[in-house]
């Protein structure tokens, strides 16, 4: 895919100065090597890389604010990088510049278990989070699927498959601390569980993909494990007996915990990867939290739902082993498309559209697929109306990705012709640039490229990302 | 209160224009009458009334682009009013300028019980909503006690008795359209419940008090009614009881949907007014909300923590008429202080701070209420840390109106001192704006005045709110 939005490029002597400076500060933690550089652009899409023209391994605050303050005194854009597994091509350096690799600031610095929040850097892993507080019976809920930074999940306002229950990565950052262009920090709030103190700072950097500074600390809330996880499964002769159930259960104020939606083609891509033998018709994965009661409540409840919208039988559990086997398919999804065709690119991107338009937008895009002759198996955070398309592509055959780039065109204008948005938890980065005005108006791109002036006058901060060229 | 944050008022002549331009667009719906004026620079505090020099009473969009786009064009302030019951000075008008008054734009445009959202004008108060929707089975949740328009708690970032559950109206906004200066209109988001897309302009103007541009329309989201409601109440013998019962019933993950604390001196004046005869010790009420299972269980494990932390019998019903009987106390918590007085003034204020803190801040208000010989209930919407004080005052009695500064000062500095904010509900219009640089240091400050002149370069919305001057 063509990436039009392309800042131009720093002096080269200012960058030789930008350069001699870091190399002075930060020694071997400053790495200009090929491999690395393009390590740091990597996309996971069908975008093109685009290396920065060094990387610095920041080990504290103190680190970001001299990469800062020596990129902006040379205009040299700084580009923050956590895990890399972004999907918009976030990390990408269309200008070059320097990438700040957070992953070693990977330090928990407080946890505070009566207030139900912890303070971080931003390169702690979602992963490595849960571990650190499982001792105190405490848990993050946000799980995007990948094991994915915290200051990067906060920077794309991730989410995945607990958000129906939990919220996004939005509703759980209660203030961040974000280093602006003169390297001096910017603290957007306090750990108080809510505040009407001024304009909303922790939530304009939420989802700012690291335009308007980089995150150097974060403050978030956490949970209590629950007593009691049940899962279940359920399979439909249609997507719309699936999505009417999911309608249902929320409407009537089940808490599901995840309700995940994998179609026909997902159900049979997992049968052959994992030797499973489910229907191959649309099945819904759930999990419910709560005390023994009301698990048990809240899954009878909801099989009884799953009857009257034409499902199949209901059958769930609280035992962890049987848990994990009936997730086994959502958890394999990724692997079991790779599967089906060796060698072939998996290109993955997500749409989000009211839940009442889900089912017919699934099955437009499935008769889209058909159309164009395409595979793409669907996975869907149901009970948000969101849902991933894991497009297989040969990235050799011109036709073929022509046909992709027409497919997946049209699955963005489906979803906006709903009244939805061209990305739930993906963001826009390079890749979905070119829908924001549709979808928005010109209007929104006016006041977002206000701000984004406002904040970034150098424009220094992962140019060429959102905000498309006026 | 001395109201420090004054911006020049218009040119006199560029005023008159103005004036005469919306007597010819508006006729008698461009009111300039002193009473009309006076009630519209209401604050309900001690803040002194300044009043707009007009009003003008919207009945649809149009209207409000007309008065932004006249007073753009002569450099004349504009100020969103909805019900007037905000409480920090947010419609006060200390340069002058236009009030536009959106009582008239009350109209639930679209309701989609399958998304659970609605779409509305901004004039839409929250009982005449769930009035609307009652007969589809759904509600808004939010409640800040006052009948608020939507407008107005959207610009406030109000909450209330709920949020604990529900969250706040920051969590319940999908999307807006907002006037901005040239009159056109910005679109924030779509019907989609969650969004990567760009800056998030939506949670921007949530909490703004209108200082951005002026809100014309509100999508947000709604909720099924519950099968079943419980309410109970339960005294302690200290805050510190209540509080800790209050932590381990989050903790462990009860979905309480109202949890509120009455200290001992409100619920003396409860008693008082309202002829009951509680235990005069801090009281907390609360309401479970779900299935008549779910609701019998939660009432039962809160009990169960409410004796470990010293609460007596805990008491719980869901007969409507019981219900509203438990919770008279705090629907007239408000009374009940004006009655203790009569005649003195009510100065409400609030603060949050992280729950752990909750019982010590309470405890230490209490002190400082003694020290300084004031009187001032307090009830708190505990689970997240917030409370208020209602301050009486005699309002012509200068040593105890410099004694009621006093305290309102050293309790917001103790909310601070404890990592919490200097306002959980109420915004900080112009009674706050002094604290905001201590709660967040010089450079959020800094970039609050960058976002404000970026969307707002003339300084024509509701100059002299949020932003204390440089």
Redesign the interface.
Known sequence: MTITNNPPRPEPKALASALEALTARFGNRFITSQAVREQHGHTTTWLANQPPDGVVMAQETKDIQDVVRICAGNGVPVIAFGTGTSLEGQVNAPAGGICIDLRDMNKVLAV??????CVIEPGVTRKALNEHLRDQ?LFFPIDPGADASLGGMAS????GTN?VRY??I??SVLALKVV?GDG??????????????????T??F???EGT?GIISELTIRL??I??MIAAGACSFETVGGACQAT?LA????I?VARIELLNAAQVKACNAYSKLTLAETPLLLLEF???E??VA?QSK?FGEIAKDCGGGDFSWTTKPEDRTKLWQARHDAYWSVKALRPGAGVVATDI?????RLADCVTETEEDLKRLNLLSPIVGHVG???FHCSLLCDVDDADEMARGEEFMHRLVER??AM??????????GQG?QK??KA???P??L???R??????DPQNIFNPGK??PQA
């Open positions: 505070h278990a009566e207030d139900l929040d019976g794309t306002r991730a989410s958000a919220g996004t939005r509703e602006r001096e920090i910017i603290t957007t709030g306090t750990r108080a569980k809510k505040s009407s103190a001024g304009y909303d700072l939530h304009l939420v989802g700012a308007l949970r209590g629950p007593e309608i929320i409407q009537t104020g808490p939290h709560g005390s009661i009301e409540e409840a989000c559209v009211p839940i009442s948000d109306g969101n979803a906006q009244d939805g948005t061209c990305t739930g938890e993906h963001g826009i979905k829908y924001l979808e928005l108006g209007e929104a006016d006041a977002m206000a701000l984004k002036k406002a904040l959102i905000v």
